[in-house]
């Protein structure tokens, strides 16, 4: 059975498996990008920076499952005010924190 390869394409909000990440940039020094990414993240943030002026860096990347879904919750724990799109005006360290807390709290499946 095959399945027509518009049907294979992965919604970038439904990965399985990949990265959260926390990214600052050389430009933006008090805004920081979280996102989440099924490629490798230090790529990505290379790619993001080919496209535009400044660099992207990697702060922290955690690997795990839904990470679309947890970079979701993040939004509860910072005002409307503080994002745009993926962007939060938030040090680092508190987001990487805030990231670690909310990983723990979903629940994880394990199939015997």
Do not use: W
Request: charged share 25%.
């Amino acid at each position: 059975m095959s399945i027509d390869n518009s049907q294979q394409r992965i919604n970038p909000d439904n990965v399985a498996f990949g990265n959260v990440y926390i990214m600052t940039h050389s430009i933006f020094s008090n805004v920081i990008k979280i996102g989440c990414t099924s490629d490798d993240t230090e790529e990505y943030a290379k790619s993001l920076s080919a496209k535009g002026p400044g660099d992207y860096k990697l702060y922290f990347s955690l690997p795990c499952n839904n990470p679309c879904q947890i970079k979701k919750q993040l939004r509860k724990h910072f005002d409307a005010e503080q994002y745009v799109n993926e962007f939060y005006e938030v040090s680092p360290e508190i987001a990487k924190s805030v990231l670690k807390r909310e990983l723990m709290k979903i629940p994880v499946l394990s199939i015997h």
